[in-house]
């Protein structure tokens, strides 16, 4: 067994909430870049050219992208060879987090109860975990700050397998046609699908993660995802919300297994402020 102290996956996460809060991701800025150029309308052209002014003083000045700093996912993929040592690898992860949003003065946004109360954990804790074990003697570790305002505007259908492709896109589009305006566009797109209820949504999440342009290594997916960015850039809702051709820079589609009587479908929207990162231990 490789021994791995919980203390290494704290500063891990320490460290990515830190950067990616503060630093605009290079894929996301090449993006935007791209439609600045080719953005239709000259209102669309100025705000994304000021989403791309406030990433260079972010970064200059190590102050958060958006004021708000998003809730913290954690994808941990943990080697079945590794033995965690020195305490709680569930704690290390909210200690990471507690001291990246302490320490970058960060927006603290998670509240206790849901429902009644709404009471500010104060250190944007708990983190949201999500862990799976794998093969090999690595701790690989995906993180998101994601935000709320996009999160608000996704969406989960049970869909039947009969409605096949078509459905699936109808749904999509008309997911962004009703909420994209007010998930600070341009916005990315995660799409799942296949698994269950609870799983479509997660690999919706995923989708996120994987660096933009990166198209779904099955050719059918990969069709489907340059349908969908057609499509949504055809809704005109553009920069800002305020028309354009820039809705969404990158639709990303993730597939799994599912049950003969269904086909779940799930779409998680992502600001332009997409905020990820990935360390392996
Ligand atoms: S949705 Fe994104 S850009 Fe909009 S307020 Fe939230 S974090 Fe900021």
């Not at 439609?35 to 003083?57: C, F, H, K, P």
């Not at 000045?61 to 913290?72: F, I, K, N, R, T």
């Not at 269950?196 to 997660?202: G, K, Q, S, Y």
């Not at 003969?260 to 905020?275: F, K, L, S």
């Amino acid at each position: 067994m490789r021994e791995v102290e919980v203390a290494r996956v704290e500063e891990a996460v320490r460290r990515l909430f830190l950067k990616m809060n503060c630093h605009m991701l290079p894929d996301v800025r090449t993006s935007l870049e791209k439609a600045r150029e080719e953005e239709v309308s000259e209102l669309g052209r100025s705000v994304l050219e000021d989403l791309l002014q406030n990433a260079r003083i972010a970064a200059d000045e190590e102050v958060p992208l958006c004021q708000d700093c998003g809730m913290a996912v954690v994808f941990l993929e943990v080697g079945q060879e590794v033995a965690f040592t020195g305490g709680s690898l569930r704690e290390a992860v909210d200690g990471g987090v507690r001291r990246a949003y302490a320490e970058g003065c960060l927006r603290k946004s998670v509240v206790c109860d849901p429902l009644f109360d709404r009471k500010n954990s104060g250190d944007n804790t708990p983190a949201i975990v999500h862990f799976d074990v794998v093969p090999g003697d690595k701790v690989r570790l995906l993180a998101t700050a994601k935000g709320m305002g996009s999160e608000n505007m996704s969406a989960l259908a049970m869909m039947r397998a009969a409605d096949g492709p078509e459905g699936v896109r109808d749904f999509v589009v008309e997911t962004v046609r009703r909420g994209g305006a007010n998930a600070c566009p341009p916005i990315i797109v995660g799409v799942g699908i296949g698994g269950n209820f609870e799983t479509a949504p997660l690999l919706a999440k995923k989708a996120l993660l994987r660096p933009l342009g990166v198209r779904n290594g099955d050719v059918r997916y990969a069709r489907l995802e340059g349908e969908l960015l057609e499509r949504i850039n055809g809704l005109g809702i553009g920069p800002a919300g305020y028309g354009g051709t820039t809705t969404v820079l990158a639709v990303q589609v993730e597939f799994a297994a599912t049950h003969i009587a269904g086909m779940p479908v799930a779409v998680n929207i992502c600001c332009h402020a997409c905020r990820h990162g990935e360390i392996v231990l």
